[in-house]
């Protein structure tokens, strides 16, 4: 059962992943039909995004009021639904639509799994679940742009949406099938807006919850700047072809499902704070050989991709433990406090991805440096988290 409920949730996870990264090597063939530039086509992403991390704000309130599996199932229709819409999209204006409910609906799973786990666990075994569903959700992203490229070359950009209005409709019908009820009626929260503004206030004044959130925003932030750049990296830096993004997206993703099987194992023997050191100093490995090789040769595989596996497998054991301290500031409020974290994650991941990325096009070194920057801003906010004056029940 345990096993299962893993797998459904992960599953759940990579609804999102599959939009974001399924239809990266078709940007360019999608400029090119609607006769658009290269910065009009990323906001097909960063809309996503935007979206993606607005309704994120929401779907874990509505689960702690109406239930997890019926927000679930109505969110997956939809995105089912905005799938089919992009296959038959006629202009650029009615896709960039479809992306937008793309990203309103595809976040339940990820947010209100993740409140699912602390229903059902606590303590070590519940960060071992995390990241043994983070150990499965990872391979998402490392199939989705390469299984992408061989849809793109052979059937055409549409059919990666195709591929994804299936996907939403097989995850419905296990959802609805598979998934129980984690949170019991009595359990419920009534929903009185002006109540859950004062709950969505009383989190967001927690200095300790808002630094946690964007301790793990901005080291996120590296995986989001390569995502982001993923089309220009590969085909423009390293001139590969279309069906070649296995090249970025194995190391980056292998890194984090390495990381995440052992953080899994780790989990019951070293405590949470000696996890986010030991994930801290290994992003600051990745990311310094990340600068050092492109400061000293012209980037090429496999080296200069070496580095994000490093880099992701530190993110893959801190991530789980940095979210299990900010959501034990509130265990009243899994399900909001689940939406709040991603929310914040997701903007991060927008604009690092939207705004910062086409800003770093072209250079390798950039996109290293950016990814070094944001650990240290990640650093610092999680060890301004530590200071005595937001001291909790929790330990850091």
Not at 36 to 56: D, E, K
Not at 245 to 268: Q, T
Request: charged share 10%; net charge positive; glycine share 10%.
């Amino acid at each position: 059962m345990q096993r299962r409920l893993t797998v459904i949730l992960a599953f759940l996870g990579m609804v999102g992943a599959l939009a974001i990264d399924t239809y990266l090597p078709s940007i360019p063939a999608i400029g090119r039909e609607f006769q658009v530039g290269p910065l009009a086509v990323q906001q097909t992403l960063s809309v996503f995004l935007f979206c993606f991390a607005f309704m994120m704000l929401f779907y874990g309130t509505l689960s702690d009021s109406f239930g997890r599996r019926p927000v679930i199932l109505v969110a997956l229709a939809f995105y089912t639904l905005a799938s089919l819409g992009a296959v038959f999209a006629p202009t650029f204006g009615f896709l960039l639509a479809c992306r937008a409910l793309q990203g309103l609906s595809a976040g339940a799973g990820s947010v209100i799994g993740a409140a699912i786990v602390q229903d059902r666990f606590d303590g070590a075994h519940a960060q071992k679940i995390m990241s043994h569903i983070m150990m499965v959700f990872g391979l998402a992203p490392a199939v989705a742009p390469v299984l992408g490229g061989y849809l793109h070359v052979h059937f055409g950009w549409r059919s990666t949406f195709v591929f994804l209005a299936l996907f939403g409709a097989l995850m419905l019908l296990t959802v609805w099938r598979a998934l129980p009820e984690s949170l019991a009626r009595e359990d419920r929260h009534a929903f009185h807006p002006a109540q859950i503004g004062a709950n969505y206030l009383k989190v967001l004044r927690n200095p300790r919850f808002v630094l946690l959130s964007l301790a793990l925003g901005m080291a996120f932030g590296g995986l989001s700047l390569y995502i982001g750049s993923a089309a220009n990296f590969v085909m423009e830096i390293l001139h590969l072809p279309e069906t070649a993004f296995a090249w970025m997206f194995i190391p980056l993703i292998g890194g984090m499902v390495v990381g995440s099987a052992w953080g899994g194992k780790a989990a019951a023997r070293i405590a949470p704070k000696r996890m986010k050191w030991i994930g801290f100093a290994v992003m600051a490995a990745g990311a310094l050989l990340g600068v050092g090789y492109n400061l000293l040769w012209v980037a090429q595989v496999p080296w200069a991709v070496l580095p994000l596996a490093v880099y992701t497998f530190g993110l893959a054991v801190a991530m789980p433990a940095i979210q299990l301290s900010a959501f034990a500031l509130f265990p009243d409020n899994r399900g909001l406090a689940s939406s709040l974290l991603a929310f914040i994650q997701m903007i991060s991941f927008a604009i690092v991805s939207g705004l910062v990325a086409p800003l770093l096009f072209g250079s390798a070194l950039k996109l290293a440096c950016g990814m070094l920057g944001g650990l240290v801003l990640s650093f610092v906010c999680w060890r301004l988290s530590a200071l005595k004056r937001f001291e909790a029940s929790t330990s850091l």
